[in-house]
T-cell receptor
Framework: DQQVKQNSPSLSVQEGRISILNCDYT??????FLWYKKYPAEGPTFLIS?????DKNEDGRFTVFLNKSAKHLSLHIVPSQPGDSAVYFC????????????FGQGTRLTINP | DTAVSQTPKYLVTQMGNDKSIKCEQN?????MYWYKQDSKKFLKIMFS???????INETVPNRFSPKSPDKAHLNLHINSLELGDSAVYFC?????????????FGSGTQLSVL
């Protein structure tokens, strides 16, 4: 039973537009959420995170929104750039105890020039 | 100068063989992990070590045995390989084991069991 799901395997966006990647989770005890980005033949790299005490966190062109009642988070990238083309993984964890990230299956984002 | 390096990058082997994947980090981190990316692309944690001590051991078959000779290294030994072990295995590290810590991943080892 997958506790974190990214239901869109792929997304294609025009350069300069907004990219919105979505993620749903089922375990209401998760209280810390992260996004990782992965290029081909590389490992995932940390992008942005959010604690459940917040509903928004922004870092430059990247903003993560958290809707706890809907158990949903989203990553907004604006404006989208060709270098943003990658696979994006959503992950969730508990703020207590050792880190044990639960990842979604990723969304492949393609930015078209 | 790669922060988290794992070898080999590709590993093709026959069922029943024993193989090892090595991982080293030069970030001075205390905590290291093994994650497995299965055929459905989910990344799942297998093990975590903090300063050479095992702190997370998910429901992984005991054919998988991690070994941490020092806090910069975490190797994964797999006995009696099975077809279902085919996956990409990622090593990662973080400064400390806390949940808010960023993970730094290696580039992965693609294991194919024939």
């Amino acid at each position: 039973d997958q506790q974190v799901k990214q239901n869109s395997p792929s997304l294609s966006v025009q350069e300069g537009r907004i990219s919105i990647l979505n993620c749903d989770y089922t375990n209401s005890m998760f209280d810390y959420f992260l996004w990782y980005k992965k290029y081909p033949a590389e490992g995932p790299t940390f992008l942005i995170s959010i604690s459940s005490i917040k509903d928004k966190n922004e870092d430059g062109r990247f903003t993560v929104f958290l809707n706890k009642s809907a158990k949903h988070l989203s990553l907004h990238i604006v404006p989208s750039q060709p270098g943003d083309s990658a696979v994006y993984f959503c992950a969730a964890t508990f703020s207590q105890g050792a880190q044990k990230l639960v990842f979604g299956q990723g969304t492949r984002l393609t930015i078209n020039p | 100068d790669t922060a988290v390096s794992q070898t080999p990058k590709y590993l093709v082997t026959q069922m029943g063989n024993d193989k090892s994947i090595k991982c080293e980090q030069n970030l001075g981190h205390d905590t290291m992990y093994w994650y497995k990316q299965d055929s459905k692309k989910f990344l799942k944690i297998m093990f975590s070590y903090n300063n050479k001590e095992l702190i997370i051991n998910e429901t992984v078959p005991n054919r998988f045995s991690p070994k941490s000779p020092d806090k910069a290294h975490l190797n994964l030994h797999i006995n009696s390989l099975e077809l279902g072990d085919s996956a990409v295995y990622f090593c990662a590290s973080s400064q400390v084991p806390g949940p808010n810590e960023k993970l730094f991943f290696g580039s992965g080892t693609q294991l194919s069991v024939l």
